[in-house]
């Protein structure tokens, strides 16, 4: 059993949105295909991964770095014990040789595309889901049968904001979500608060969630803080700097309600960080580290070890990006739901075609892998790196 | 006045060396060479940048991203507000465009590689050595005329261990370094102090620096900090992951004596937390970062304020890299000292050709920028970027 060839591809995941950061109108990802030498049904097995939304594909470090390691290893180095699958573990081993601690960025987009293909293929292999082999080899056999998903949206609408805003909102309750976020930080705190009673509106009491994405400064996230403590919100996310721990800590104490965070840290040490440092409280803070920018689930699971290490159960580990693997990571890991995008980054995020949210909740298609053949659209686009 | 191009190659940084955490037999380089429509004395003035040792070149994220964003932005986005020079902080701005907060790694080499070109670019413009303009710009007129220096080395030798870290080290106090530095953490701890013991006979006590580079967990640093209290060292680097703040502060606690660090922390975020976790001290400990890693001067100034904020002297930073950009740093921002790697890296670390180290100083040419043109072997590797 052997890869034979790994390639990369760029795509364009490039959105109209802006959040209250970046605007998304030049987002790339990466998107690779290990090609392996085994068959299923008369079908060559090949695993497929991409790095989710807001940090850009890694075509420079893959070529450069990370391909050449894999390529230059021997077969079985990549092999679990028994030699009867690809073993994650060891790959993601030889992905990190010669490589520096610290300075968890972009290569940690890298690896973590590679590692999404490998699993895709390893579960294909095994003839599973991803999810179930997941729940038996790390979970004790135990799945979710569906995962709680939110809609994450309610952007700026400049000139027609606050009825465009709702119309929005209304479209994802349409779809069966409950929960739905919004963003904060694009404008003025007055006109911000005007935004989130317009949405509560439509969410109702303890549906919504705001997402700051990293822009105050501690005296902003604390002004906001003060104002938002009225609302009964479901989470304020990322007030602040992602690595400013102390605007973390200071807020937990002054806003007392729950927060979340962690979709810009990318690997066990800076997760470890926000857990020692940030003030974060088991009982309501979330959670938000996504495996495909973060050095894969590997380091996933490293991340959830420290989670129990400090007390967190994993159910309050919500990941970013929207993805099918952090989709099969939630219901096999059995971690506390996904996030989804319903309108935006789009083929890449969103769940199988057939599968439609009941409830807040989705299930996962029955197929070996991750389930990106059971998502046409996207499926589509990752065959092209097999022409 | 304008950018004409911006150029980039790969070069090889490659060592024989180890370190406890890598080889460094595949390191390379980027080299970026920003080519200006401004001429002194008959010659283009261009500007010259590379990024130091340890974490690789950074072509595809300098192509992907980083050079086009240059690329299309208007010439006067790009020049001071007088319009007589390029403006270093208006360009790290235009870099950081659409970029999101957090993942500190990999774009912080790209971005300290541009930046290194341009205020190459810019002195060269102003026709000032860059330590000159620095002191006039940010250090109210004051530079230093010689800048400390210590001699980083003391690599393992498999087989002749003892006797060949010896004749290393003897050569570099040949060249005139007081201070000498040498790898710990990819032996045993026995083997370790014989090794130190050894070094310590030609350092002669409280001029020897160890380095672990981040290789110990809080046990292993620990351990080693009990017995290195016993040999007076100049200072103890890196012990562990070094996002590993806690280690870090433990054992600040436990050991007492200098310790030192910073060399793979590449924002001011990054640093800030540093200081407030890492229990690190004023009076004695010593501070690491490379401009040249971590998105460049504009950001070290960031990095130097925050230093201020916590009460800390510049004269407690002494740059990782070895290379001259920093030594232009040290003594126009009038910092502690900087790096020197007497054999390896070339030719990209070092100084410039007529400079010798005199009782652990050296001092700077005088000439236009950063000085690469007085460094002939380095200077005609740059050179092959306008072929």
Known sequence: MKILKIKDMTSSIASNISNAFIDFSQMTCSVVAVI?????????I??????????????GLLRERFLPRINSASPDELLNDSGDNLDPFKIWNILMQNEKPGGHGERSVAVGTIDMAIWDAVSKIAEKPLFQLLADDFNEGNADTSVWV?????YYYPGK?????????????????K???MKIGGASLKEDMDRIEAALKISGEGNLCVDANGRFNIETALAYGKELKHYN???YEEPGDPLDF?????????YGYPLATGENLFSHQDARNLLRYGGM???RDWLQFDCALSYGLVEYLRILDILKEFGWSKRRVVPHGGHQMSLNMAAGLQLGGNESYPHVFQPFCGFADEIQVEDSLVKLPNVPGIGFEAKSELFSVMRRLLE
């Not at 392996?36 to 060559?44: K, L, N």
């Not at 695993?47 to 850009?56: D, E, L, M, Q």
């Not at 939110?150 to 309610?154: F, I, P």
């Open 36 to 44: 392996t030498d085994q068959y299923r049904d008369g079908e060559q």
């Open 46 to 59: 090949v695993g497929y991964g991409f790095n989710s939304n807001g940090r850009y594909g890694a075509s």
């Open 150 to 154: 939110y809609a994450a949206g309610g």
């Open 161 to 177: 904001n606050i009825l465009a805003l709702q119309d929005e909102l209304r479209a994802y309750k349409d779809l069966g979500y």
């Open 179 to 181: 929960v739905l976020k």
């Open 233 to 235: 919100l479901f989470w």
């Open 246 to 254: 102390y605007l973390q800590y200071c807020l937990a104490e002054e």
């Open 281 to 283: 409280r088991a009982d």
